[in-house]
């Protein structure tokens, strides 16, 4: 069985950093990978993102990052082992397959983190397809005061609100197992879509850079916990 090992990195202003790394991987680097699924939706959607989030860490945090390009994985592929940080994300369905569940419920339990980012219109299908994965266990808001809104930049009030999509106040849903955070989902505010290359939603500065900061903070939450 393919099993995450430990990795020690310390992280600027933040306590050490520890992240697995699956035994097979070429290295150590941290990568951001966009996690692949079926039903219609387009997960692949806005490339840079993840790539400017990258350089972002380079350029703000001690974190060992890899080259900054767009990594993608198959939940069917042992791949997902190499990643301790997937991102999903997308407009529309998703759906995952019984062995699809099970692996990603395997993936999650084992010390990866998922991270889901409703790009208005995954909502629904997301949380349908989540509790296939967890059907024992619901996803619970995050409170303002919870680690992950100051891992390490200050967020007091929670999620930034980075698009409008329905004018409804952002919110941060969690999924626990043995006490630890390992699925994050954010709503009604699209981190990653202000991760974008600027000409792609003509976000303002001050609302990439917000979201940036908090991409910032859920990563080395993820990478300490």
Known sequence: MKKFLIISLIVLLSPLMIFAQHKDSPGSKFRIARLKYSGGGDWYNDPSAEVN??????????????VPKFYTVDIASDEIFDYPFILIT????????????????????????LYADDDYGMDTAFRREIKKVFPDKQMQELPFNHKIYNAHFSFPNGLPKIHEHDGKPPQGFGIFHNGRLCVYYTYETNISDGW??????????????????????IIVYALSN
């Open 90 to 113: 997308g407009h529309g369905n998703l759906e995952f397959s019984q062995n699809e569940v099970s692996r990603l419920k395997k993936y999650c339990e084992s010390g990866g983190f």
């Open 53 to 66: 989030m990258m350089e972002y860490l380079k350029k703000n945090t001690t974190i060992d990052v890899d």
């Open 196 to 217: 974008a290359d600027t000409k792609e939603h003509q976000d303002p500065p001050e609302k990439r850079e917000e979201a940036f900061k908090m991409g910032t903070n």
